[in-house]
C-alpha cells in the first residue's frame, strides 16, 4: 500500500494561486539579502577571525614564529566582510523602511472594502512589482508607495507639478512618475489579456507621513498623495465601471 501511495502521482488541491500578501515582495528581497549576502560575509568573516586567532595561539605555544603574514592575510579578508556586511545592512534598513510603509497603505487601502472596493496587493511583474491595484465604480487605481524618512525638525513638503516629484524643494523624483505610469500600462494589459476589454487604470503615488502640495493633481494625469487623501480623491469622481464590470474586474489576480 505505502509502495503504492509512493509510485502515484499527485496534484495540488488548489486550483488557483493563493493572492499575494501586503509588502510581499520586499518581504522575498529582504529574505534574500539576508541570506544571500549579510550571512555569507558573516560566515566568512567569523572563519577570518577564528584562523586569526588560533594562529596567535599558537604563536604562544613554545619554539613557534609570529603568524604576521597569515595576520594580514585574514585580517584584510575580515575588514573586508565588515565593510560589505556595513553596506548591506544600509540596503536592509531602506527595505524595512520601504515594506514598513507598504504595509502600512496597505492596510489603510483595505478599509476601502467597505465601500465595495476590490484591493490587491504586490502583483508581481518581470523584474518589478505594483504594490497596490483599487477597483470600484469609481474606476481602477495603480497605487505605488513610496516611503521616504522625513527630516528630524523642519518641512516635510512633497511637491508635484504634473512632470516631476520634488522633496522639500531639493531632491528630484523623476523616475517616480515614470514608474507609476509604466504600473498602469502593466494592469492595462492584464486586464485586456484576462478580460478582452480595453480599461484605463489611474496611476497613483502615496507618501505616508509626507504634505503634499502642487497643482500636478488637477491636471487629471494622475496622482501624488498622502494615504489619507486617497479615499477623498476617489469619492469626487464620477462612476466610470459598471456594475457588470466589476465581477470581470476581479480576474486580475490571475495576473500575479
Not at 609570529?66 to 540596503?91: N, T
Request: hydrophobic share 40%.
Amino acid at each position: 500500500m505505502v509502495a503504492q501511495l509512493k509510485a502515484s502521482k499527485t496534484k495540488s488541491p488548489l486550483k488557483d494561486k493563493p493572492l499575494r500578501y501586503v509588502a510581499q515582495s520586499a518581504d522575498e528581497a529582504l529574505d534574500k539579502l539576508l541570506l544571500d549576502k549579510i550571512l555569507m560575509y558573516y560566515v566568512a568573516g567569523t572563519i577570518c577571525l577564528m584562523g586569526i586567532l588560533w594562529d596567535w595561539l599558537r604563536y604562544f605555544q613554545p619554539i613557534n614564529h609570529p603568524p604576521i603574514l597569515i595576520s594580514i592575510i585574514l585580517g584584510s579578508c575580515l575588514a573586508v566582510c565588515g565593510y560589505k556586511i556595513y553596506k548591506e545592512i544600509r540596503k536592509v534598513k531602506a527595505l524595512k523602511l520601504g515594506r514598513d510603509g507598504e504595509r502600512a497603505v496597505g492596510q489603510y487601502l483595505e478599509s476601502l472594502r467597505e465601500s465595495g472596493c476590490h484591493v490587491f496587493h504586490d502583483i508581481v511583474g518581470d523584474g518589478f512589482n505594483v504594490d497596490h491595484v483599487v477597483i470600484s465604480k469609481k474606476g481602477i487605481y495603480v497605487v505605488e508607495t513610496k516611503t521616504y524618512s522625513k527630516p528630524s525638525s523642519g518641512k516635510a513638503v512633497i511637491n508635484f507639478d504634473g512632470e516631476r516629484v520634488l522633496i522639500n524643494g531639493k531632491k528630484s523624483l523623476t523616475d517616480v512618475v515614470t514608474q507609476a505610469k509604466a504600473a498602469s500600462g502593466f494592469i492595462k494589459q492584464i486586464l485586456k489579456e484576462s478580460t478582452g476589454k480595453e480599461f484605463e487604470p489611474f496611476p497613483v503615488v502615496l507618501f505616508p507621513g509626507w504634505c503634499v502640495e502642487g497643482e500636478g493633481n488637477k491636471q487629471g494625469k494622475m496622482w501624488v498623495l498622502e494615504p489619507k487623501a486617497f479615499k477623498k480623491f476617489v469619492a469626487a469622481q464620477r462612476k466610470k465601471l459598471s456594475a457588470e464590470d466589476l465581477p470581470w474586474l476581479r480576474i486580475i489576480y490571475l495576473g500575479i
